[in-house]
T-cell receptor, first 116, second 115 residues
Framework: AQTVTQSQPEMSVQEAETVTLSCTYD???????LFWYKQPPSRQMILVIR??????QNATENRFSVNFQKAAKSFSLKISDSQLGDTAMYFC?????????????FGKGTKLTVNP | DAGVIQSPRHEVTEMGQEVTLRCKPI?????LFWYRQTMMRGLELLIY????????DSGMPEDRFSAKMPNASFSTLKIQPSEPRDSAVYFC?????????????FGPGTRLTVT
């Protein structure tokens, strides 16, 4: 079974600064996807960024980027130029890559607070 | 598109009552997922469907929980009888697997409180 571990229950950062959230996972699969989801106080789950395991290049979406280390089974999220609206819970998630849809396995989350 | 629609957004019920949560996936999506979020256990999959067929229900806690997907545009999650430990936020998500498309899109969730 796959597991996802987020070792930082809470983090804080000053507005405009950079913060990195950690995520490690355990799997015997070779092909899979990794995701970061954001959950603001509204509780809506919002996809922030995704990474295909077969791609060596790290994914980037505007101020969000990942550091994907497949051998180390590590998938960290870097938020640059932090904004107050980035305050939220962040969940790292794993999904096997198969012929059909697969379930997401989530970490326990990191609560990020961006301070003015 | 309107996104994934869930109803009700909030539900308060007494122990022993039947609760039905509803979900309308994004039109054209062929997979539907029910997740539960609690402080203790985090986000966990309850069940998911591909093309209206249940694929993995190993996350369904016990026989009190049941889920159906009678057609591509509607699914229900039923709890009968409900218990206080069922209090949680229940999310429905949908996806369409085609080429490089596999992301799951979440509904706003239903916050269930069982007293």
């Amino acid at each position: 079974a796959q597991t996802v571990t987020q070792s930082q229950p809470e983090m804080s950062v000053q507005e405009a600064e950079t913060v990195t959230l950690s995520c490690t996972y355990d799997t015997s699969e070779n092909n899979y996807y990794l995701f970061w989801y954001k959950q603001p106080p509204s509780r809506q789950m919002i996809l922030v960024i995704r990474q295909e395991a077969y791609k060596q290049q790290n994914a980037t979406e505007n101020r969000f980027s990942v550091n994907f280390q497949k051998a180390a089974k590590s998938f960290s999220l870097k938020i640059s130029d932090s904004q107050l609206g980035d305050t939220a819970m962040y969940f790292c998630a794993f999904m096997k890559q198969r012929g059909g849809s697969e379930k997401l396995v989530f970490g326990k989350g990191t609560k990020l607070t961006v301070n003015p | 598109d309107a996104g994934v629609i869930q109803s009700p957004r909030h539900e308060v019920t007494e122990m022993g009552q039947e609760v039905t949560l509803r979900c309308k996936p994004i039109s054209g999506h062929n997979s539907l997922f029910w997740y539960r979020q609690t402080m203790m256990r985090g986000l966990e999959l309850l069940i998911y469907f591909n093309n209206n067929v249940p694929i993995d229900d190993s996350g369904m806690p016990e026989d009190r929980f049941s889920a159906k997907m009678p057609n591509a545009s509607f699914s229900t999650l039923k709890i009968q009888p409900s218990e206080p430990r069922d209090s949680a936020v229940y999310f429905c998500a949908s996806s369409f697997l085609a080429g490089s498309s596999y992301e799951q899109y979440f509904g706003p969730g239903t916050r269930l409180t069982v007293t």
